[in-house]
Every structure is written in structure tokens, then in C-alpha cells.
Nanobody, 127 residues
Framework: EVQLVESGGGLVQPGGSLRLSCAASGFTFSSYAMSWVRQAAGKGLEWVSGVNSGGRTTGYADSVKGRFTISRDNAKNTLYLQMNSLKPEDTAVYYC????????????????????WGQGTQVTVSS
């Protein structure tokens, strides 16, 4: 079965950094685009970043561009999100999600373009 397991969340002060990981199993990881999607308390889903299956093409929401970096290690079936210069508005549950094909696309709101989601990891940015 397909499984996506996020880790690396936690409490960090504004300006700090975290690296999230998503361990994937149950499918050919290297054949599918992946993304990070977040949901703040009481808010809807927000697409954060995506990466194509080969790892060379990436995209970012304007709100995180220049601060976050998405990457993947296909040999380890793992997706990453390096988050720097964190802001209180980055506080959310962060989910990794599997696209249905090899290229990511941006759909608002996020939903049917994915077929599997992880359980999420909480990121809290607060002083």
C-alpha cells in the first residue's frame, strides 16, 4: 500500500529553520511528482511547493519563494522541504502529497491532482 510519512516538524522561533522529510513507500517514487501542502488552523489547504519526478524542476508559492527549498532523493524514496527564515504565518500542518503523474501542477484549492497524502507534521513558528 502507498504510504507517506512526514517528520521534522516542531516549534521554532521566527527566523529559524526546519527541515521536513517525507518517507514514501508502496509505489515507484521516482515516477511521480510530489508536493508539500499546508493547512493553518481554521484555514484551507495551501500549496507550498512541488517537484517533478526527476527532481530537476521545482516550483514554489510566492509566500515561500526564496525561503523554502524542495528536494528529493529518489534512491531513498524521500522528499524534503528545507524551511529557512520562518515566519509566524508559516505555522501550519504540513503534508506531503503524491501527484498522479510525473509532473507537478498547481491547482487551487489543492485536491484532485493528488491521490495520496501523508498524515502531516505540525510546524509552529512562535516567539
Amino acid at each position: 500500500e502507498v504510504q507517506l510519512v512526514e517528520s521534522g516538524g516542531g516549534l521554532v522561533q521566527p527566523g529559524g529553520s526546519l527541515r521536513l522529510s517525507c518517507a514514501a513507500s508502496g509505489f515507484t517514487f521516482s515516477s511521480y511528482a510530489m508536493s508539500w501542502v499546508r493547512q493553518a488552523a481554521g484555514k484551507g489547504l495551501e500549496w507550498v511547493s512541488g517537484v517533478n519526478s526527476g527532481g530537476r524542476t521545482t516550483g514554489y508559492a510566492d509566500s515561500v519563494k526564496g525561503r523554502f527549498t524542495i528536494s528529493r532523493d529518489n534512491a531513498k524514496n524521500t522528499l524534503y522541504l528545507q524551511m529557512n527564515s520562518l515566519k509566524p504565518e508559516d505555522t501550519a500542518v504540513y503534508y506531503c502529497a503524491k501527484y498522479k503523474g510525473p509532473k507537478f501542477r498547481i491547482v487551487v484549492p489543492p485536491g484532485d491532482e493528488y491521490d495520496y497524502w501523508g498524515q502531516g507534521t505540525q510546524v509552529t513558528v512562535s516567539s
